[in-house]
């Protein structure tokens, strides 16, 4: 018998990073203590100044009080050992993408906390069921894919790995709704789950359309936001297709599909960027350049916008 919703009341966090620390602050915002865990003391610094970011965010925005923002923070500890995972009842992996170190963090930690509990991974695209090769009983192991910035975007994909028992799924499901989430299950373990395959389907035509010369980047970005992302944040492709007409989409996807990019390499603007240590705006440069403070003014007006938008859908903080 896997621990029920009902009975988890600590929730173990591992990795201080912006998707890690941003997790915690939700898990406690709706209630649960939280242990984050990070092996050096300069990434939880890190997780806890990222924490203090968020918090402003939503104290500006109104959605917070500072008294509240207070409480929510108290809920958070931070720790350099391991063994503090014997004290959870839920987990959620947030380390470095790569399956040796996910395979040498689970092997140790899925000794150490309680056989009853289930542990999850926020892993964007690896296997579930391939992770789940080092965990000491797997059929409690499911894959809790969080989208960023995990503290206002509320989607949580649930994802079973060949192992995973259904009893699992259905507690992670049951915890992603607990705290104001919404999951959205994967039956099969996938490469890149749902989001991402999504994603990158779009990535790969915006890239072909800027590298063929049929647009900029600014252009493809506005049509994204002002056309189909503004779409897609009401309605999902399918119901758009049934809204639009399936007769119309037909007699489009005639001729669209086949002139549609196929190619499976990197576009050539993303490996070349990559390639000049040019990342976004972690560097001040990427896609697009990011002189002095015009980074952390990106990210804090993504984050007003946001907000902004969940309002309209839904609540979520």
């Known amino acids: 018998m896997m621990r029920q919703l009902k009975d988890i009341k600590t929730i173990g966090i591992a990795g ?3 998707m890690g620390a941003s997790i915690a602050q939700i898990f406690s915002r709706w209630g649960y203590d939280v242990i984050i865990y990070d092996k050096v003391q300069a990434g939880l610094e890190k997780g806890q100044a990222l924490i203090q970011i968020n918090q402003d965010g939503y104290i500006e925005t109104g959605k917070l009080t500072a008294e509240q923002s207070t409480e929510i923070v108290k ?3 931070f720790t350099t050992e391991m063994t503090s995972f014997a004290m959870v009842d839920f987990v959620v992996e947030c380390i470095f993408e790569n399956m040796e170190v996910k395979h040498d963090f689970w092997s ?3 000794e150490i906390v309680s056989q009853e509990i289930v ?6 695209g690896l296997s579930i069921t391939e992770i789940a090769k080092a965990v000491k009983n797997p059929q409690r192991f499911v894959g809790m894919h969080w989208v960023n910035p995990p503290h206002i975007v509320p989607l949580v994909e649930v994802i079973a790995g060949e192992k995973t028992e259904e009893e699992a799924m259905k507690i992670v499901w049951d915890v992603a709704e607990a705290i104001h989430r919404k999951p959205a299950r994967v039956s ?3 490469r890149g789950f749902v989001l991402n395959r999504l994603q990158f389907a779009v990535l790969r035509e915006a890239f072909h359309i800027v590298e063929s010369g049929i647009a900029t980047m600014e252009d493809v970005d506005n049509v994204m936001k002002y056309g189909l992302g503004m779409r897609y944040a009401a309605i999902g492709p399918f119901e758009t297709v049934d809204l639009g007409g399936l007769d119309t989409f037909y007699h489009v996807g005639s001729y669209m599909f086949a002139d549609l990019s196929n190619r499976q390499e990197v576009p050539h603007l993303l490996a070349d960027r990559f390639a000049e240590g040019a990342y976004g705006v972690k560097t001040g440069k990427g896609l697009y350049d990011y002189p002095g403070n015009a980074a952390v003014e990106k990210v804090q007006k993504r984050d007003r916008d946001f907000i902004k938008l969940a309002e309209c859908l839904f609540e979520t903080v």
């Open 75 to 77: 809920r958070i500890s």
């Open 119 to 124: 542990l999850t991974s926020n892993t964007s």
């Open 108 to 110: 140790a930690v899925s």
């Open 16 to 18: 201080a990073g912006l």
């Open 188 to 190: 099969k373990d996938a």
